[in-house]
């Protein structure tokens, strides 16, 4: 991503914090098992504000500092290290390719960041994402405060930076939404993939294959989130990542699988015939799941609550479960008594960003919050029917859901995902072309 762009968030952010010192750090390597440690991901606030993507790294922003706003503290260079575990950029390049106006090593942390919180009156923090640091930082304050009778005072607000942060984060520019483009095409394209690799008997985890071979082949270094393979029965567990049972002929496949490029997200799912033809239960609910899906798209514009879509897929799908004589009240009883989360039991959608669940708010003073071009939502609603004495055998154990990523534009909306078919026709289609 453009460089000045993360200048110009750190310019926004510093706008917003009036006077202070904001204080962020970045995750920490997580050991998986023995000398093993998880593929090292940075905290999406850190990346946000920095483009800084190594462990062990804290920024410091203090709005109108006369020797520089943005200070960071990194990893020295380590030429041993770096031989075992790769570059590390060092304190002068921070300065010179990530433009901090100062950086200190990150063993200089505890000797440093005290002096700049001296005199400050607000402290701005992450509150609770790493809560280790939280400590440290009331120590810092502690050990100001004991030194008040040489005339330094120390901070005596804090505040969570999320807050600034989030909203923010929650409008995306035209840069951000470039990048979620191509990490929707990318996962869409995989998505493709399995449909055409498709054959019963395939297991679960050669289809999870198949979309995360092509995510990595496209780019991606991760998927944003672990993929769902889930066959038969197993679309009825909303996350679940097993992914080690082999298909069965008549069964549909539900795959929830999005790439992440640049440390932003795609979430897409898609639910096919794994034999490449829906039976005649299976399209019905497919065409129910879909008709609701596309009736949220459309309440997904500037000016629409949060809530609008997710209102429209259930008002859909109630009715069509009335139709279908699976709900057995009126469609009005059933919303009154929400009967229908039998069957449909998650929310329609969320936020969409650099986090898979984005940051931001969902109510804004108690009210649901209005869309506005910029902002990025998933809709995915789906249906899951347990196998149940009251309900015709023929439904039983069927998981559906059609998950596609969507941004507020000034007019209406555009669907990122839109690369991969959601036609049964079409899908089936696809399918049979690869056969
Ligand atoms: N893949 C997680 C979700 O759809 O929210
Ligand atoms: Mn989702
Ligand atoms: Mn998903």
Redo the contacts with the bound molecule.
Sequence with gaps: MNKDLFIRRRRGVMQLMGDGIAIIPTNNEQHRNGDAYFRFRPDSDFHYLTNFNEPEAVAVLIPNREEGEYILFCRDRDPLREQWDGKRVGVENAVKEYDADEAYSIDQLEEVLPKLLENKSKVFTLTGRHPDFDMSIIEWINEIKSRARSGVHAPTETADLAYILHELRLIKLSDEIKVMRKAAKLSALAHKNAMQASKPGMWEYEFQAVIESTFLAGGSPAPA?NS?VASGANACILHYIENNQQTNDGDLMLI?AGAEMDCYAS?I?RTFPINGKFNPAQRALYELVLKAQLAAIEQVKPGKLWTDYHDAAVDVLVEGLVELGLIKETKEESLKSKSYTRFYMHRTG?WLGMD??DVGDYKVEDEWRVLEPGMAL?V?PGLYIPADDDIEPRWHLIGIRI?DDVVVTKDGNEVLSSGVPKDPDEIERLMQEAA
């Design positions: 989130y769902i929830d979430d799912t969320h898979v669940h998933t995915e998950e």
